[in-house]
């Protein structure tokens, strides 16, 4: 949280170009964690930093990396393929956000920065490699498939940073993550940034940072203070569908969180038919349906996000009043990720857990975990706790074909679509040639945060032999 009595950017040594960028964005006073961190590193030094998501920690590390970049360590032309600045985060969400940060921060000394994931064709990643670039965004799946094919190298890297160790070892990055941080040169320096040190994460401190100067700020296990969080009990299914609708009404921005990318793409589809507007975010999507949903509720054309965990960590949106657990998730630390989407950055901010009779048992113990003191509400749509939580409610919306058709399922990149039989064709050349298509199609492109469907055998091929 940010007051008038948190130090300024630049009582912290901020160079006044990034001052100037951070005010024309409104940001005059630093964050806790960037007010800890600056000192160190600006001065070069490796850091290890510890805290929630939300935290400001994008920020952290976007400033010293331009800051360093921009001058002590600017000289020479950029060289194709060999980038100055190198960050990884685990998700393709993340990697466009932190270089949202990054990009208008860079702009003030002239640097450029590109994004590197996968689910989009490699095209557009390679021609920016090769025209030269200052900073890298990457998830770890896309940069090692183009550092195996030769079209990027990382010993010129000069600072890099890891954004979220701790997810990217939940979704077992880590063996890829250590084999590029050991292609970086040894002497560089490196910020680490994550909730916790658990699951192999300590390890890499210990591998590749140098005597790191640690700072912990709001650690992920501690509520938010500006948080409140809400326990809705129904009876049943038909009941729980009408609270959702309702606590899906409001003026504000709100997010929905179930487990499967299923029920997500049904829930955005029904509450769109009945004139709320809301679009899905979920691993089946193309990224540039990823993208698109992203942006309408950024922007406010919809108000309503209705996501799996995909979303839990590294989406950062303004203002977004209310987060609703449609279905509670298994463990309490998902449960504060998908919170947190909420009360950020020192504002207020609701939580709302919906608890069906069977799973009152299950959601306390979850509560205790998060240490989260709630007990549960049984309410109708017509409450009070849900009227004051729904607030000013939306005027309807008469759904259109092409809002609908919005929150369809999306065919995953590159998947084929279902063709008929053709007539006098057998049963078992069909099999075959579906058979075929399983084979030598690419894969989804959700099946992974950031891989890309995996181009056919003979284009890779080619695409190595080139790249030698």
Known sequence: MTTQTSPTFRALGVPQRIVDALAADGKHHAFPIQADTLA????????LGRGRTGSGKTLAFSIPMVARLGTRLAGGGRRPGRPLGLVLAPTRELATQIATTLEPLAKA??????TIFGGVSQSRQVAALNAGVDIVVACPGRLEDLMQQRHVRLDAVEITVLDEADHMADLGFLPGVTRILAATPEDGQRMLFSATLDNGVGKLVTRFLH?????????????????THHLLGS??????KALVRALASGTGRRILFLRTKHHAKRLARDLTAAGIPAVDLHGNLSQPARDRNLAAFAAGTVRVLVATDVAARGVHVDDVELVVHVDPPAEHKAYLHRSGRTARAGKDGDVV???LPEQEREVAALMRKAGI???VQ?????????????????????PTATAVSAAQPSRPQGSQPRRSRRPGRTAPAAQASRQRVRQDGPHEAGARPDRAAAPRTAGRRATRHQGR
């Open 353 to 355: 857990t919906l608890v």
């Open 235 to 240: 009876p049943d299914a038909a009941a729980k």
């Open 211 to 227: 005597g790191p100067k640690q700072h912990e700020v709001d650690e992920i296990d501690t509520p938010v203070a500006t948080m």
């Open 378 to 398: 049984r309410v109708t749509p017509a409450s009070e706790p849900v009227v004051a939580l729904v607030g000013e409610a939306a005027a309807y919306v008469a």
């Open 373 to 375: 003191t709630a007990a």
């Open 40 to 47: 160190d590193t600006l001065a070069g030094r490796d850091v």
């Open 109 to 114: 000394y002239g640097l450029t920065t590109t």
